[in-house]
Nanobody, 118 residues
Framework: QVQLVESGGGLVQAGGSLRLSCAAS????????MGWFRQAPGKEREFVAA????????SYADSVKDRFTISRDNAKNTVYLQMNSLKPEDTAVYYC???????????WGQGTQVTVSA
């Protein structure tokens, strides 16, 4: 019913920055939480960051803490992931996800490629 569309991926040099966006297609959107995940070749999908939609709460994987920041614009039904000090090991397809009337993520975007060169 709801479509999540990621954008903002691309190719950057190590140490550079990118900001990913994820917009929900429906006009009424009130998830419990929004999150970012990533999957590198040969590896399982891993958690990156998450935020509550209505409260000032955020969590991060240890590997990205102090480098990545998740934020949201409720009026635009959009969640962002600001990625600074990027490393080659951050290279992956990044997916946004929403938990809607669920304690787990049940809606997923199509993913956007992030490539960090050495």
């Amino acid at each position: 019913q709801v479509q999540l569309v990621e954008s903002g991926g691309g190719l950057v040099q190590a140490g550079g920055s990118l900001r990913l966006s994820c917009a929900a297609s429906r006009r009424t959107f009130s998830p419990y939480a929004m999150g970012w995940f990533r999957q590198a070749p040969g590896k399982e999908r891993e958690f990156v960051a998450a935020t509550s939609w209505s409260a000032d709460s955020a969590s991060y994987a240890d590997s990205v803490k102090d480098r990545f920041t998740i934020s949201r614009d409720n009026a635009k039904n959009t969640v962002y992931l600001q990625m600074n000090s990027l490393k080659p090991e951050d290279t992956a397809v990044y997916y946004c996800a929403a938990a809607i009337r669920s304690s787990s993520y049940n809606f997923w975007g199509q993913g956007t490629q992030v490539t960090v060169s050495a």
